[in-house]
């Protein structure tokens, strides 16, 4: 079992930066791929960026390719998302995710098993 925290998430005008933190507890949650999803109001979750197990492989949906950054602390167990050059499109939940083995789960939310409980980004213009 994967335990995931988020936190970071606030209100940000165009422009600013914001800096996602995933916390992972559990045994075997470094062996973990994971991955940033986002939901805005009355729009389906989409995957933002995606990083394997030991951070060889990163994945980036295309809205975001070039301003955002997924790196990974493995000592801590921790993910994190940078947001720079935030846009209002960029406004929602945000959610961290873990696979259930080491398979690349890529920006594919199906699969991915387990998930925090989110943080909320917003950008005014």
């Known amino acids: 079992q994967v335990q995931l925290v988020e936190s970071g998430g606030g209100s940000v005008q165009a422009g600013g930066s914001l800096r996602l933190s995933c916390a992972a507890s559990g045994s075997t949650a470094s062996s973990k791929c994971m991955g940033w999803f986002r939901q805005a109001p009355g729009k389906e979750r989409e995957g933002v960026a995606a990083?394997?197990?030991?951070?060889?492989?990163?994945s980036y949906a295309g809205s975001v390719k070039g301003r955002f950054t997924i790196s990974r602390d493995i000592a801590k167990n921790t993910v994190y998302l940078q947001m720079n050059s935030l846009k209002p499109e960029d406004t929602a939940m945000y959610y961290c995710?873990?696979?259930?083995?080491?398979?690349?789960?890529?920006?594919?939310?199906?699969?991915?098993?387990?998930w925090g409980q989110g943080t909320q980004v917003t950008v005014s213009s």
């Open positions: 995710a873990a696979t259930s083995g080491s398979v690349y789960g890529d920006l594919n939310a199906v699969m991915y098993a387990y």
């Open positions: 990083i394997s197990p030991r951070g060889g492989v990163i």
